[in-house]
Antibody, heavy 126, light 110 residues
Framework: EVHLVESGGGLVQPGRSLRLSCTAS????????VTWVRQAPERGLEWVGF??????????EYAASVKGRFTISRDDSKRIAYLQMNSLKTEDTAVYYC?????????????????WGQGTLVTVSS | QSVLTQPPSASGTPGQRVTISCSGS????????VYWYQQLPGTAPKLLMY???QRPSGVPDRFSGSRSGTSASLAISGLRSEDEADYYC???????????FGGGTKLTVL
């Protein structure tokens, strides 16, 4: 069974950094694109970024709101994707979800996010 | 303000049919597949519909999706109390080079 578990959330001051982890099980992690999506309190879903599989360079794409401050990486041997968040702002306060992007022999399809983690709360406040 | 426009709320009584709309543009819905997510209270989003009108395994056929031009819609027939949730549409936006979500529609079963 596919499982994704986020961890690393918590309370952090503005301007500081935090790293989230997304630990996967139940599938061949290295064969899938992983994305991060966040949800501010009482707000809608906002795409944060994604990381491609190693076969496509493991490259990343980000939303404009986080580009230059957030970095996604992956360690396929540990089955973990990371979201490094620097220069945090109060508006980054949200529940952060990682999700698996559906991939088939013909490619990976965004935003076809077929499995999601339970989310981890990040609160940016002084 | 979301790139995709959804009504903030919708409601219906048990057994009724309700429709949730999602309006976009030629750079997103007009040329890319639409996906729908259901988020039950206090839980993570769940994929409800993919490629405009395909249901993942386990999603009841009471749920159906469609796309026409730059708009899409999700229909729920035989409304049940457990359908009370937030619903989000999503698609790829060619201009933004990334996925976009609608603002979400809160469905209330009266």
């Amino acid at each position: 069974e596919v499982h994704l578990v986020e961890s690393g959330g918590g309370l952090v001051q503005p301007g500081r950094s935090l790293r989230l982890s997304c630990t996967a099980s139940g599938f061949t992690f290295g064969d899938y694109v992983v994305t991060w999506v966040r949800q501010a309190p009482e707000r809608g879903l906002e795409w944060v970024g994604f990381i491609r599989i190693k076969a496509y360079g493991g490259t990343t794409e980000y939303a404009a709101s986080v580009k230059g401050r957030f970095t996604i990486s992956r360690d396929d041997s540990k089955r973990i994707a990371y979201l490094q968040m620097n220069s945090l702002k109060t508006e980054d306060t949200a529940v952060y979800y990682c999700a698996r992007v559906y991939c088939s022999s013909s490619g990976c399809y965004i935003p076809h996010f077929d499995y999601w983690g339970q989310g981890t709360l990040v609160t940016v406040s002084s | 303000q979301s790139v995709l426009t959804q009504p903030p709320s919708a409601s219906g009584t048990p057994g009724q049919r309700v429709t949730i709309s999602c309006s976009g543009s030629s750079s997103n819905i007009g040329r890319n597949y639409v996906y729908w997510y259901q988020q039950l209270p206090g839980t993570a989003p769940k994929l409800l519909m993919y490629r405009n009108n395909q249901r993942p395994s386990g999603v009841p056929d009471r749920f159906s999706g469609s796309r026409s031009g730059t708009s899409a819609s999700l229909a729920i027939s035989g409304l049940r109390s457990e359908d009370e949730a937030d619903y989000y549409c999503a698609t790829w936006d060619d201009s933004l080079s990334g996925p976009v979500f609608g603002g979400g529609t809160k469905l209330t079963v009266l």
